[in-house]
Every structure is written in structure tokens, then in C-alpha cells.
């Protein structure tokens, strides 16, 4: 059975930094590529941050490239995502995301809340 289970997520002021967990279960997670989407209220789920198998990263959004980090840790299966400098639109349930070929899977998801 295969579980990817979001956790860090909660409420912090803008200007402030969260790192987001995603443990890996059930899965040979280092031949998974790692994704880190986001869906706001009312929004479609976008795509924030890639990690590949050999750790090449990628950043969808202009918006958060140099405040947010996509990094992974084969030996404890598990992906981050450390955002810095937050601002009230990045306020979204954030989700993660496991690939291999047409393999697909997807955690439940954290809520990530920007207010002051």
C-alpha cells in the first residue's frame, strides 16, 4: 500500500518560513521523481516544485523561485519543501506528489496558512 503523508504545515506570519515533509511509503522512493503542487481556495492545483531521481530541481512558478527549496533524502524517503519569506498568496493546501512512468500518487495534503 502506497502512502505519501504531508506534514509541517500550518500558520505562520508573512515573512516567515515553513519547511514541508512528504513521507514515502510502499514505494522504491528514489526511483520516484517528486512533486510538491499547491491549491488554494477556488484555484486549480498547481505544480510549485520538481525534484528528480538524480536530484535535478525545477520551480513552476516564478513567485517562488529563491524563497522556496525542493530537496529530497532517499535514506529516509521522504521530500521537503522549505519556503522562506511567505506571503499571504501562498496561503494553500499543499500536496505531494510520487511519479514513475505512468505511475502516479498523491498525499493527502497539508494547509499552509500566511496571515499575520
Known amino acids: 500500500q502506497v502512502q505519501l503523508v504531508e506534514s509541517g504545515g500550518g500558520l505562520v506570519q508573512p515573512g516567515g518560513s515553513l519547511r514541508l515533509s512528504c513521507a514515502a511509503s510502499g514505494i522504491t522512493f528514489s526511483g520516484y521523481s517528486m512533486y510538491w503542487y499547491r491549491q488554494a481556495p477556488g484555484k486549480q492545483r498547481d505544480l510549485v516544485a520538481a525534484?528528480?531521481?538524480?536530484?535535478?530541481?525545477?520551480y513552476s512558478a516564478d513567485s517562488v523561485k529563491g524563497r522556496f527549496t525542493i530537496s529530497r533524502d532517499n535514506a529516509k524517503n521522504t521530500v521537503y519543501l522549505q519556503m522562506n519569506s511567505l506571503k499571504p498568496e501562498d496561503t494553500a493546501v499543499y500536496y505531494c506528489n510520487a511519479r514513475f512512468l505512468t505511475e502516479a500518487y498523491w498525499g493527502q495534503g497539508t494547509q499552509v496558512t500566511v496571515s499575520s
Open positions: 525534484i528528480t531521481r538524480g536530484g535535478n530541481t525545477n
